[in-house]
């Protein structure tokens, strides 16, 4: 069986399992597809392994995290077919700078050091900006946010 076929096994089985993929592919359509088949994550193989272990403990934290380069495609992407809306709800300066932030695929610990706030601080701002934009979590928040004209993808590296 395929790997996306996997995944729809393992979470009509499982369904509270937490499942990575762990792929070659930096393709866009390839990580939405492992989404929307149930996947909470996406790592690309050559990402460094130190981060494998940093990326899969923030999933168990609940922290719906993906790699800078897959996060740098799928902006690019979005960007292209952005556009401004001008019926958004209003963010605060704070958390405008958060935004900006986790486009660049800048994990909470990095943007709280970044604008020297305590990482508990930048968990609290990124649920109020979720709760106004109506989203689930950081991956549908960067991409509503290039695709409406909020922030800019960032250039994916470190």
């Known amino acids: ?4 076929e996997a995944i729809r096994m393992i979470k009509e089985e499982f369904p509270s399992t937490l499942v990575v993929v762990l792929s070659v592919s930096d393709d866009p359509q390839d990580f939405f597809e492992a989404i929307r088949c149930g996947a909470q994550g996406y790592l690309i193989k050559n990402v460094e392994p130190e981060l494998w272990l940093e990326y899969l403990d923030s999933l168990v934290q609940g922290d719906a995290r993906i ?15 952005a556009t401004a ?3 958004l709800p209003t963010l ?3 958390e405008e700078e958060i935004l900006t932030l986790v486009t660049r695929g ?6 709280g050091d970044t604008l020297g706030i305590v990482e508990g601080t930048v968990k ?4 109020n ?6 989203l689930r979590n950081r991956v549908e928040l960067a991409t509503f946010a290039v695709r409406h004209g ?8 470190r």
């Open 129 to 134: 900006i979720l709760a106004k934009l109506h």
């Open 150 to 157: 909020m922030a800019k993808p960032g250039d994916g590296g």
């Open 92 to 94: 605060t300066p704070r």
């Open 106 to 111: 800048l994990p909470n610990k990095e943007i």
């Open 85 to 87: 809306s001008a019926s």
């Open 1 to 4: 069986m395929s790997g996306l």
């Open 124 to 127: 609290r701002h990124l649920q």
């Open 67 to 81: 790699s800078r380069a897959i996060a740098g495609r799928i902006l690019r992407e979005f960007t292209q077919s």
